[in-house]
C-alpha cells in the first residue's frame, strides 16, 4: 500500500513553459515533504522541501504546493528549462525529527527545447 | 567535503553468490539509510540506523539481506545467497539528525545485476 503516490510516470513540457508535478498522500502524520530530482547514473539530489504547517514554499523557479485537507502536494517549475530533464521523487517523512523518508516511485520529466 | 561514498558502482555477478555494498557516509551525520531504486516500486527503505543503531529494518525484502554499522563511518549491505529479482540499484543515503528538514544526502548509488 502506497503511502506516497506520483501518479504521472512521465511528463514532457516545452521549454520556457510551466512544469506542475504532482503528488498525493495517504498519512496526515507526515510532517515534512521533499522533492528530490534524479539524473541517470547519479544519486537523487535535494530540490525543495515544505513544512506541514506552510501551504507554500518557493526558490528561485521552484515552487512547492501544499494542500493538507487534499493531501496533495504539487511542484511547480517556471520556466522550464531542458536542463530540468530528470526524474522528480516526491517524499514525505514522519516519525519527526528521528524518522525517515518515504518515496514516490517518481516522474520522468522531459523538457523540449 | 566529500559526499556519501559507494562502492562498488556496478557489481555483476551470478545466482547464489554473496553480494557486499558499502557506504562511507558524510562525517557528521548520525543516520545512515539504504534504498533500493526500481521501475516497479521506485525507491524503497529497507532499513536505517541512527547513532549506529538498526532503528527500521522492516523494508529488508527477507532473510537473504542484512546490513551492519559497526561504526559512525561505514555500513555495509549484504546479500546472501543473491537473485536475479535484486537487480536493482542501491543507494545508501545520510543525514545529521539536527537539521530538522530531513534532507537525505544520497550516494550515487550500486548498479546490482544477478544473473
Known amino acids: 500500500d502506497q503511502q506516497v503516490k506520483q501518479n504521472s510516470p512521465s511528463l514532457s513540457v516545452q521549454e520556457g513553459r510551466i512544469s506542475i508535478l504532482n503528488c498525493d498522500y495517504t498519512n496526515s502524520m507526515f510532517d515534512y515533504f521533499l522533492w528530490y530530482k534524479k539524473y541517470p547514473a547519479e544519486g537523487p539530489t535535494f530540490l525543495i522541501s515544505i513544512s506541514s504547517i506552510k501551504d507554500k514554499n518557493e526558490d528561485g523557479r521552484f515552487t512547492v504546493f501544499l494542500n493538507k485537507s487534499a493531501k496533495h502536494l504539487s511542484l511547480h517549475i517556471v520556466p522550464s528549462q531542458p536542463g530540468d530533464s530528470a526524474v522528480y521523487f516526491c517524499?514525505?517523512?514522519?516519525?519527526?525529527?528521528?524518522?525517515?523518508?518515504?518515496f514516490g516511485k517518481g516522474t520522468k520529466l522531459s523538457v523540449k527545447p | 567535503d566529500a559526499g556519501v561514498i559507494q562502492s562498488p558502482r556496478h557489481e555483476v555477478t551470478e545466482m547464489g553468490q554473496e553480494v557486499t555494498l558499502r557506504c562511507k557516509p558524510i562525517?557528521?551525520?548520525?543516520?545512515l539509510f539504504w534504498y533500493r531504486q526500481t521501475m516497479m516500486r521506485g525507491l524503497e527503505l529497507l532499513i536505517y540506523?541512527?547513532?549506529?543503531?538498526?532503528?527500521?529494518d522492516s523494508g529488508m525484502p527477507e532473510d537473504r539481506f542484512s546490513a551492519k554499522m559497526p561504526n559512525a563511518s561505514f555500513s555495509t549491505l549484504k546479500i546472501q545467497p543473491s537473485e536475479p529479482r535484486d537487480s536493482a540499484v542501491y543507494f545508501c543515503?545520510?543525514?545529521?539528525?539536527?537539521?530538522?528538514?530531513?534532507?537525505?544526502?544520497f550516494g550515487e548509488g550500486s548498479r546490482l545485476t544477478v544473473l
Open positions: 562525517s557528521g551525520h548520525n543516520s
Open positions: 517524499a514525505a517523512r514522519y516519525g519527526g525529527s528521528q524518522g525517515n523518508l518515504i
Open positions: 540506523f541512527n547513532n549506529n543503531v538498526p532503528i527500521d
Open positions: 543515503a545520510t543525514l545529521r539528525r539536527t537539521a530538522n528538514t530531513g534532507e537525505l544526502f
